[in-house]
């Protein structure tokens, strides 16, 4: 089983709603990344958040950390055509020094429709 | 603008063959990682080097290899490529000083072993 679960897979929303993404993990979380991915592409990074109750904004973007639940959740306002992608979460399991792997979730495939 | 370049975006090889992917980054990152992305399974990580000369094996080394003679290159070798790895391979490096900025990710090369 994945170590990071994201839900949903899929979401296909009108363009101009709001959207919320969510990213939970059976361990602990020392480390929690947001990424986006359009399709065929590399990840482009977004936010990270290291401490429980953070909170990050960018443009339309809010990312927060619930860290009792060791949970993250990514939300976004009045979607745009140009938000679709693949999200994915990445996360340190373990504390953070050196060299350490990020653990990836499935990812959610956003489609905005017109 | 700092950047990780893979040598091609798109490759396609043939079963047995021996496969060289190559991954370049110009920010003087110590860390360099291997992933392959297939659906419904997110990224998986394959090898990752901290140093120079220095290798780690990820979760799914099994008929990979990899090499690092320089810092700012890091290649994944197939040593006799199967169907089974077909899939996006994805590169990305990170620097022990500022874990907070994440990984940089490479495009991506899309390899199709026929």
């Known amino acids: 089983s994945q170590e990071l679960e994201q839900s949903p897979q899929s979401l296909i929303v009108q363009e101009g709603k709001n959207l919320t993404i969510n990213c939970t993990s059976s361990?602990?979380?020392?480390?929690l990344y947001w990424y986006k991915q359009k399709y065929g592409e590399g990840l482009i990074f977004l936010m990270m958040?290291?401490?429980?109750?953070e909170e990050k904004s960018h443009e339309k973007i809010t990312a927060k950390l619930d860290e009792k639940k060791q949970q993250s959740s990514l939300h976004i306002t009045a979607s745009q055509p140009s938000h679709a992608g693949i999200y994915l979460c990445?996360?340190?399991?373990?504390?953070?020094?050196?060299?350490?792997?990020?653990?990836f979730g499935q990812g959610t495939r956003l489609t905005i429709n017109p | 603008d700092v950047k990780v370049t893979q040598s091609s975006r798109y490759l396609v090889k043939r079963t047995g063959e021996k496969v060289f992917l190559e991954c370049v980054q110009d920010?003087?990152?110590?860390?360099m990682f291997w992933y392959r992305q297939d659906p419904g399974l997110g990224l998986r990580l394959i090898y990752f080097?901290?140093?120079?000369?220095?290798?780690e094996k990820g979760d799914i080394p099994e008929g990979y290899s990899v090499s690092r003679e320089k810092k700012e290159r890091f290649s994944l070798i197939l040593e006799s490529a199967s169907t089974n790895q077909t899939s996006m391979y994805l590169c990305?490096?990170?620097?022990?000083?500022?874990?907070?900025?994440?990984?940089?990710f490479g495009s991506g090369t899309r390899l199709t072993v026929v």
């Open positions: 990305a490096s990170s620097t022990r000083w500022s874990p907070n900025y994440g990984y940089t």
């Open positions: 361990k602990t979380l020392y480390g």
């Open positions: 958040l290291q401490k429980g109750g």
């Open positions: 990445g996360a340190h399991l373990r504390e953070i020094q050196g060299a350490q792997k990020l653990v």
């Open positions: 920010m003087d990152h110590e860390n």
């Open positions: 080097s901290y140093d120079v000369k220095m290798k």
